[in-house]
């Protein structure tokens, strides 16, 4: 009798199982997992916070303050490897959404159990909007995005809710797990208290005014949290942090995670897709659009549309909002049979696809070479640089974009792409080794200069050296090679 009880609640949970087993199959290591991890373990061994830079030969000399508004995962993601080995990533990936899911669940229960269909369906999309998942901060962002929802929709629907004030403390450890994105905690809150002040009736949209112990709530809320996230090793510099990102025009248009969305990219058209069934039942139910829908709604198309990055937060956002107005549908058996079938399969089907994602980012005798050549003024593509940082290679760049957008970054992207007087650029930077990726401009410049040589060419890597500088090791471990 219990079991049919809870029929519904055990469908949901299976499908929730099945789909992140699914994002298992295209988990993979991101350039940014490498230098994350190298943080951690540093940081760790040496009994502080990083907030200068440590891995850059270029930027040592500087000494640049380092917003490392990221330390907290860091630190944990270290110490997880310590018991999980090269397990790790996938670990953070599986658990990390396996939370997320039942958060979204659990928090939104007597909604998506009045639609099974719709949220059959809804779970099982959500896996085009995290392919190819990479172990990094915003996963746990993402787990604290779906708490702040549920924190403020349970006031605006009970005034007598306290619930709110746990807010401010998941703001705390935000900040130091993902502080870039910690501030949609404090635009949230607002968003909601705005609001609040609102009472009218026209066309689709619907706004119905808060009490004055709600507003007072999310008033109190609102400066406890901006005080909570400068409870951090950056203190305010946190609250500005992700501004001064956003507003990095170069940055944001050279790299792909921060570009905007495009008819002509794939990630534009599975935004779309999620518009598109978001939309649906927001414009076929009979219920007006509530006023703070209506906002949200507008704020996270706006951010999916001005960054790729955000699109994950708008299917947690559209969560919270869409089951406001999805319709009642009769659950039938035979559907519920055979979904479970269809999701027991997908469950087995990952289970016996799964395997651990390659972690070599640079071919082993790339690194081998390096370690015993230790370059004073090694070039790196980008994309190499926290692979490289993970063997203990100083790099000229590497992931951490926003460190190095007021000192080299352009410079890099103008050699890469030979833009401008790039000679110059050669000239004032004098490397003696060049770890390239093909396909650049640069790599087709290195190649056909008597200026440089190959030492070692494999798959889509090349290691150039300048003529001028002697290399004994790797002349020797060619010639072994040959």
Same mark, same amino acid.
């Given at each position: 009798?219990?079991?049919?009880?809870?029929?519904? /609640?055990?469908?949901?949970?299976?499908?929730?199982?099945?789909?992140?087993?699914?994002?298992?199959?295209?988990?993979?290591? #991101?350039?940014?997992?490498?230098?994350?991890?190298?943080?951690?373990?540093?940081?760790?061994?040496?009994?502080?916070?990083?907030?200068?830079?440590?891995?850059?030969?270029?930027?040592?000399?500087?000494?640049?303050?380092?917003?490392?508004?990221?330390?907290?995962? /860091?630190?944990?993601?270290?110490?997880?490897?310590?018991?999980?080995?090269?397990?790790?990533?996938?670990?953070?990936?599986?658990?990390?959404?396996?939370?997320?899911?039942?958060?979204?669940?659990?928090?939104?229960?007597?909604?998506?159990?009045?639609?099974?269909?719709?949220?059959?369906?809804?779970?099982?999309?959500?896996?085009?909007?995290?392919?190819?998942?990479?172990?990094?901060?915003?996963?746990?962002?993402?787990?604290?995005?779906?708490?702040?929802?549920?924190?403020?929709?349970?006031?605006?629907?009970?005034?007598?809710?306290?619930?709110?004030?746990?807010?401010?403390?998941?703001?705390?450890?935000?900040?130091?797990?993902? #502080?870039?994105?910690?501030?949609?905690?404090?635009?949230?809150?607002?968003?909601?208290?705005?609001?609040?002040?609102?009472?009218?009736?026209?066309?689709?949209?619907?706004?119905?005014?808060?009490?004055?112990?709600?507003?007072?709530?999310?008033?109190?809320?609102?400066?406890?949290?901006?005080?909570?996230?400068?409870?951090?090793?950056?203190?305010?510099?946190?609250?500005?942090?992700?501004?001064?990102?956003?507003?990095?025009?170069?940055?944001?248009?050279?790299?792909?995670?921060?570009?905007?969305?495009?008819?002509?990219?794939?990630?534009?058209?599975?935004?779309?897709?999620?518009?598109?069934?978001?939309?649906? &039942?927001?414009?076929?139910?009979?219920?007006?659009?509530?006023?703070?829908?209506?906002?949200?709604?507008?704020?996270?198309?706006?951010?999916?549309?001005?960054?790729?990055?955000?699109? &994950?937060?708008?299917?947690?956002?559209?969560?919270?909002?869409?089951?406001?107005?999805?319709?009642?549908?009769?659950?039938?058996?035979?559907?519920?049979?055979?979904?479970?079938?269809?999701?027991?399969?997908?469950?087995?089907?990952?289970?016996?696809?799964?395997?651990? &994602?390659?972690? /070599?980012?640079?071919?082993?005798?790339?690194?081998?070479?390096?370690?015993?050549?230790?370059?004073?003024?090694?070039?790196?593509?980008?994309?190499?640089?926290?692979?490289?940082?993970?063997?203990?290679?100083?790099?000229?760049?590497?992931?951490?974009?926003?460190?190095?957008?007021?000192?080299?970054?352009?410079?890099?992207?103008?050699?890469?792409?030979?833009?401008?007087?790039?000679?110059?650029?050669?000239?004032?930077?004098?490397?003696?080794?060049?770890?390239?990726?093909?396909?650049?401009?640069?790599?087709?410049?290195?190649?056909?200069?008597?200026?440089?040589?190959?030492?070692?060419?494999?798959?889509?890597?090349?290691?150039?050296?300048?003529?001028?500088?002697?290399?004994?090791?790797?002349?020797?471990?060619?010639?072994?090679?040959?």
């Amino acid at each position: 009798m219990k079991i049919k009880k809870y029929r519904k /609640e055990l469908f949901i949970v299976l499908i929730i199982f099945a789909t992140t087993s699914l994002l298992m199959l295209t988990a993979r290591f #991101g350039n940014d997992f490498f230098w994350h991890l190298k943080s951690g373990e540093y940081m760790i061994r040496n009994h502080l916070i990083l907030r200068t830079d440590v891995f850059s030969w270029y930027l040592k000399s500087f000494h640049p303050l380092w917003i490392s508004h990221e330390w907290l995962f /860091e630190v944990l993601l270290y110490q997880s490897s310590l018991f999980l080995g090269d397990a790790t990533g996938v670990v953070w990936i599986f658990l990390s959404f396996l939370l997320l899911f039942f958060i979204l669940f659990f928090t939104n229960r007597k909604k998506m159990l009045q639609n099974i269909y719709y949220t059959f369906f809804w779970f099982l999309a959500s896996i085009i909007f995290v392919l190819n998942t990479t172990p990094r901060p915003f996963l746990v962002s993402n787990i604290f995005l779906a708490i702040t929802f549920y924190l403020l929709y349970d006031l605006k629907e009970n005034e007598n809710s306290k619930k709110i004030y746990i807010l401010p403390l998941f703001a705390i450890l935000w900040a130091n797990i993902h #502080g870039g994105s910690s501030n949609l905690s404090y635009i949230l809150i607002f968003v909601f208290y705005f609001c609040s002040h609102f009472e009218f009736n026209k066309g689709k949209v619907i706004a119905k005014e808060g009490t004055k112990l709600q507003k007072r709530k999310y008033l109190f809320a609102f400066f406890l949290t901006i005080f909570a996230i400068c409870i951090n090793p950056h203190t305010w510099r946190m609250l500005l942090y992700p501004y001064q990102n956003m507003h990095d025009i170069y940055m944001i248009s050279t790299i792909s995670e921060w570009r905007s969305l495009s008819l002509n990219d794939t990630s534009s058209l599975v935004y779309l897709f999620l518009l598109v069934i978001s939309f649906i &039942p927001l414009l076929f139910s009979s219920k007006k659009i509530d006023l703070t829908d209506f906002i949200l709604i507008c704020m996270f198309v706006f951010l999916g549309f001005k960054s790729v990055r955000f699109c &994950p937060l708008s299917y947690i956002a559209f969560t919270y909002i869409v089951f406001n107005y999805v319709g009642k549908k009769n659950f039938s058996s035979v559907f519920s049979t055979a979904m479970a079938v269809f999701s027991c399969i997908l469950i087995l089907i990952s289970i016996g696809s799964f395997q651990l &994602p390659k972690k /070599e980012k640079v071919d082993s005798q790339f690194i081998q070479i390096l370690k015993e050549e230790k370059p004073k003024r090694l070039y790196n593509s980008y994309d190499y640089g926290g692979y490289l940082i993970y063997f203990d290679i100083p790099v000229f760049i590497d992931g951490r974009a926003d460190l190095y957008s007021q000192y080299n970054y352009q410079d890099y992207y103008n050699l890469s792409y030979l833009n401008g007087n790039y000679l110059s650029i050669l000239n004032k930077y004098k490397f003696d080794y060049f770890l390239v990726e093909k396909g650049y401009p640069i790599t087709y410049y290195l190649k056909n200069n008597d200026h440089y040589e190959v030492l070692l060419e494999r798959g889509k890597t090349i290691l150039f050296k300048t003529k001028e500088k002697s290399d004994s090791f790797a002349l020797n471990y060619l010639m072994n090679l040959k």
